[in-house]
């Protein structure tokens, strides 16, 4: 199976899944909870969430999920920039566990850049790493410029990865995030993978799709798995399009099919600001 290397030490399949909206509705939520089942029974152990999901719904249905399983998932949730203040940071990770219904996350990012000075938020990382809280951290929507700040700030350079949009249609972080996060050996996190769906009514990416005998979402993704240090989380509500998006994991995409897309989604020609969903 594709995978990434984490904290220099740990190793991921590049696929995981994704949970925004999860939890809003209850008519979706057994689907929701057999889908991420499903998922993690296919090798997709990764689980993203965040405190603003659906303002806890979204961790509560994970937590769910999760309940019997919880051991075999590397569990993902995130702070909002307003709440990561030193004591905020610590308050909100307790609430999320609490949604949750486990004792540690996995990975516990900044969801965007806030107005919380970085020193204090990296210290209550630091400190929820110590109490077991948490085994990893990282950030989210940094830009180059936020990177460079985090990295001078102490203890920032324990960075574990940085969760960024980038799918065929955001390609920006080619131009230069990319390269020195692969340089720097942390591998980033792709979130939106397939555009949360606007991608697939691409007519060019649907008929190379259809030639190839897959799907149009399974074509997004397995591009993105051609990418060296990247870790996609689709979001997928029912079983079926987990399945398929699973099945991504095992689609070699031949240099000709690569050759396409870029005609189809070119590369960055120039920096572009880092866009934000
Ligand atoms: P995605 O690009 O993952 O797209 C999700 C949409 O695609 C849903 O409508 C889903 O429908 C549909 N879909 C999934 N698989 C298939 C398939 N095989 N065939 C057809 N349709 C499919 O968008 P998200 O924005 O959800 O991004 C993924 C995750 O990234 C989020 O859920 C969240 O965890 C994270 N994220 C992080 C952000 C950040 O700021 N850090 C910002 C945005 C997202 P259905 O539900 O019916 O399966």
Redesign the pocket.
């Known amino acids: 199976m594709k995978s990434i290397t984490i904290a220099k030490q740990e190793q991921l399949p590049a696929l995981g899944q994704?949970?925004?909206?999860m939890g809003d509705s209850a008519a979706s939520k057994k689907d929701e909870i057999a889908s991420l089942r499903r998922g993690v029974e296919l090798g997709l152990k990764v689980i993203?969430?965040?405190e603003m999901y659906g303002s806890g719904k979204s961790e509560r249905l994970v937590g769910e999920a999760i309940e019997p399983i919880r051991d075999e998932i590397f569990l993902v949730s995130?702070v909002l920039p307003y709440n990561a203040s030193r004591s905020g940071t610590i308050e909100a990770c307790e609430q999320s566990l609490k949604r949750l219904g486990t004792d540690h996350l996995d990975l516990y990012l900044l969801?965007?850049p806030g107005p919380n000075p970085l020193s204090e938020t990296i210290g209550a990382f630091e400190e929820l790493q110590k109490a077991g809280k948490i085994r990893y951290w990282g950030v989210?929507?940094f830009d180059p410029n936020d990177m460079a700040e985090l990295l001078s700030t102490q203890g920032g350079e324990r960075v574990a990865t940085n969760?960024v949009?980038y799918?065929l249609t955001r390609r920006g972080i080619e131009w230069d995030f990319l390269p020195q996060s692969n340089a720097d050996d942390m591998p980033i996190m792709a979130?939106?993978?397939?555009?949360?769906?606007r991608l697939?009514k691409s007519k060019g990416l649907q008929k190379l799709a259809s030639d190839l005998g897959i799907?149009a979402?399974?074509l997004a993704l397995a591009w993105l798995l051609t990418r060296k240090g990247v870790l996609a989380?689709?979001?997928?509500?029912?079983p079926a399009?987990v399945e398929?998006?699973a099945a991504a994991l095992e689609i070699d995409l031949s240099e000709e099919t690569l050759t396409e897309l870029d005609h189809l989604f070119p590369g960055p020609s120039g920096p572009i600001p880092l866009e934000?969903?």
Request: hydrophobic share 30%; no cysteine.
């Open positions: 994704g949970t925004w909206y993203d969430t965040a995130k969801h965007w989210s929507n969760q949009l799918n979130y939106s993978p397939i555009e949360q769906a697939l799907t979402a399974q989380i689709p979001k997928a509500g029912t399009h398929q998006n934000i969903l």
